[in-house]
């Protein structure tokens, strides 16, 4: 058992932050939560305490849409809209990791840098490659942080270096599965890249297999205009875009993922509801690709669960914080262009989408609560701001959020391990 001394702070619902000021948290021996304390109980008061002082102990962060093999584009190439940059910038980066060498290199890289940037877990974009796909989730396993990861399905309307078929997708799936039979916290995700390229029997055998493995699925949804007009023309016969996955069986069948949905109204956010499909929120990759600006807002009344995603690289940053920022900040946007129609988000809420929200996909992750991981980040925040710090530890949460960075995270817990960003693979 191990005691934590901090100031103490998480999302249990998206109203509000539980704050407790120089509170302690209890850990067991796997790393789960036991107790939460104002004050700690006196049975306690000889065991050693692990004390970080003025610090704040908050939850880790969880990218719930991200895709690794574009980290080396980050930061670059945002002069297009998604058709054309898929094509032009996309595509041709995620070739490389046909080379095992290269793969391995970027995702070393980019699961140091999603550590660095306080994200414990995520869900993770690969490509069509197996080799490299084994090799990413071996990244997270020995870095001892937790990953759903998305062996590409994709077989129309790519280069032919990306491609695979149905049959070639589920052999692969099936090394994959046992390649992650040993990896706690690292498990598979069915993942088809989206409709455009997909065609009816790779949609239908990875909707078999998710529903046979009882496997996740993640994809993209109503992103951009040009993209629904396409996916209208590909599949007539659906009655929406969420409906072309619905009917293989990819749409909430089992636990789903749809990152961005823009443009998801009527039907389909009638039917995302009624199969309890996920939002996966990308505010910085729909500036970026100028696709529009999701009505969270929208989504929240309707009863549909939001989670946030970086996206990079359509998204230009790892961080969650940043992208937290952004969603307030683009729904007060839409909020304006609304005439106060759809209130805009508070920091709460995005809050609770990044941690509670999005960890729920990993099981009991992203709250302080008696029987949860201990995903944490230990933040200093002395220096963010040379007038010293708030004495309102929400506050300081808020300006950690919108003015701190990395160098502000201290400590990065994934179930109660500490993870060291100097690990060796
Ligand atoms: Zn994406």
């Given at each position: 058992m191990r005691i934590y001394k901090a100031n103490i702070l998480h999302t249990p619902s998206p109203n509000h932050f539980e704050v407790y000021q120089g509170g302690y948290i209890t850990v067991d021996d796997n790393g789960i939560i036991q107790g939460v304390y104002e004050v700690l109980p006196t049975e306690m008061e000889d065991m050693p305490v692990v004390d970080f002082g003025e610090r704040l102990l908050i939850p880790a962060m969880n990218d719930m849409h991200v895709h690794a093999p574009q980290y080396a584009n980050?930061?670059?190439?945002?002069d297009m809209e998604l058709i054309p940059w898929l094509n032009t910038y996309t595509f041709p980066e995620e070739?490389?990791?046909?080379?095992e060498q290269y793969a391995k290199a970027v995702y070393d890289a980019f699961v140091k840098e999603l550590c660095r940037q306080g994200t414990m877990r995520a869900a993770v974009f690969a490509t069509t490659h197996i080799h490299a796909t084994q090799c990413l989730a071996k990244t997270f396993d020995e870095m001892g942080m937790g990953a759903l990861i998305g062996l590409v399905g994709m077989d129309r309307h790519s280069p032919e270096e990306l491609v695979n078929t149905a049959s070639s997708w589920a052999s692969d799936m099936q090394s994959l599965m046992q390649s992650m039979a040993?990896?706690?916290k690292v498990k598979p995700i069915v993942t088809p890249r989206f409709i455009p390229s997909c065609t009816p029997a790779i949609l239908q055998t990875m909707g078999t297999i998710a529903t046979q493995f009882k496997l996740p699925v993640q994809s993209h949804l109503s992103e951009n205009k040009q993209e629904i007009i396409w996916v209208q023309q590909l599949?007539?016969?659906?009655?929406c875009y969420g409906d072309a996955y619905h009917r293989y069986?990819?749409?909430?069948?089992?636990?789903t993922l749809m990152a961005h949905?823009?443009?998801?109204?009527g039907e389909e956010l009638k039917l995302m509801h009624a199969n309890d499909v996920c939002v996966v929120h990308c505010p910085t990759s729909n500036c970026n690709l100028a696709s529009g600006i999701a009505p969270v807002r929208k989504f929240l009344q309707a009863g549909v669960r939001v989670v946030l995603g970086?996206?990079?690289?359509?998204?230009?940053?790892?961080?969650i914080f940043r992208v937290m920022q952004y969603a307030v900040q683009v729904s007060k946007l839409q909020y304006a262009l609304s005439d106060g129609k759809l209130p805009f988000l508070t920091l709460s809420e995005v809050f609770y989408m990044a941690t509670k929200a999005g960890g729920s996909f990993f099981g009991?992750?992203?709250?302080?609560?008696?029987?949860?991981?201990?995903d944490a980040l230990v933040i200093?925040?002395?220096?963010?701001?040379?007038?010293?710090?708030?004495?309102?530890c929400q506050q300081r949460l808020e300006r950690f959020i919108y003015l701190g960075d990395?160098?502000?995270?201290?400590h990065r817990f994934c179930q109660g391990k500490e993870i060291s960003l100097n690990s060796q693979f």
């Open positions: 980050m930061g670059i190439a945002m070739e490389k990791f046909a080379d040993d990896m706690a599949e007539p016969q659906s009655t069986g990819l749409f909430g069948q089992t636990p949905c823009c443009y998801t109204d970086s996206d990079i690289a359509a998204g230009h940053h790892l961080s009991k992750v992203g709250s302080f609560e008696v029987g949860y991981a201990f200093d925040d002395m220096g963010i701001h040379d007038v010293g710090l708030p004495t309102d990395d160098r502000h995270i201290v």
